[in-house]
Every structure is written in structure tokens, then in C-alpha cells.
């Protein structure tokens, strides 16, 4: 299908992925990349935010990335590991709103 890519097209797709099955959990969860310029060309580091709460941080090489975001079976993972953060975020961010009261 579309594998490849260029760092920053890669970088894109992976920002609207992470974005497209976070938010099925809840919309109002986003991701967000980081910016480390130590990271340019090499990988990717990403995580979801929930209000002022967030999740772990998530690693991705931009190699494997760009080779497999093509491929079903991987982007299925790929969904299903944002999801679980997701979920875990939102869990999490409730029991700490639960505890402030």
C-alpha cells in the first residue's frame, strides 16, 4: 500500500494514527509528539494526553514506522496498543479525579 516516506510524512501519519484510535476511546484524548530535535530522522516518541493527565511515553523507530505502516497486521497492533494506553489513561485520570473529591 503506502509504506516509506520521508521523516516528517512519516511523522505526520503517525501523529493522525495515534490520534484516529485514541480518540475512539474518548474524544477528547490526544496524542502528542515530542519535539526533541535528538530524535530527527532516527525515531519518535509520543503520548496521549487526558486533560492534565498522561499516559507513558510510547517509542517508535522512524525506520520501522515508515517500512511497515502499510501493512494491516501491523497497524492493527499498532491500534490496539494505542487503545490499551488510552484506556489506561482514562482510567486512571478518573481514579484521580475520584480521590480529589
Known sequence: MFSGG???EVKRW???FLNSHAKRENP??????????????????AWLRFGPHGSRLME???????????ELA????LA??????ARELLTGST???VRAR
Open 6 to 8: 520521508s521523516y516528517d
Open 95 to 97: 481514579a484521580a479525579n
Open 60 to 70: 517508535f523507530d522512524y525506520q520501522e514506522v515508515a517500512q511497515h505502516r502499510g
Open 74 to 77: 501491523w497497524c492493527t497492533a
Open 80 to 85: 490496539e496498543r494505542v487503545r490499551r494506553e
Open 28 to 45: 477528547r484524548v490526544e496524542a502528542v509528539l515530542d519535539d526533541d530535535d535528538g530524535r530527527q530522522g532516527r525515531s519518535y516518541g
Open 14 to 16: 503517525l501523529l493522525m
